[in-house]
């Protein structure tokens, strides 16, 4: 088991800047990959950002430019700086770890932390 904790959303004025932090705990050692994921209310949670145990980042199109994913291995955490946020980043932001061991696999997701962007 896997458990995520995450910490940093909050209200900030749009063109502001937020990081958002989730640090794991327990089997670390079967994680291969964390991420944050983000869902409106009555949409499908989508991927804002990915990283790999050796570094390589993915991207939403949405996010290019402005948010930057970042890991301390040591730490077994997990950060997202998100820049330049605008209205309609306004969502709840979800840690995610994906695992991998013997041949299966699976996520962990934490408890999800709210972003909200005024006008």
């Known amino acids: 088991q896997v458990q995520l904790v995450e910490s940093g959303g909050g209200l900030v004025q749009s063109g502001g800047s937020l990081r958002l932090s989730c640090a794991a705990s327990g089997s670390t050692f079967s994680i291969n990959g964390m991420g944050w994921y983000r869902q409106a209310p009555g949409n499908q949670r989508e991927l804002v950002a990915t990283?790999?145990?050796?570094?390589?980042?993915t991207y939403a199109d949405s996010v290019k430019g402005r948010f930057v994913i970042s890991r301390d291995n040591a730490k077994n955490t997990v950060y997202l700086q998100m820049n330049s946020l605008k209205p309609e980043d306004s969502v709840v932001y979800f840690c995610n770890a994906h695992w991998r061991w013997y041949g299966r696999e699976g996520d962990y997701w934490g408890q999800g932390t709210q972003v909200t962007v005024s006008a």
């Open positions: 990283i790999t145990n050796d570094g390589r980042t």
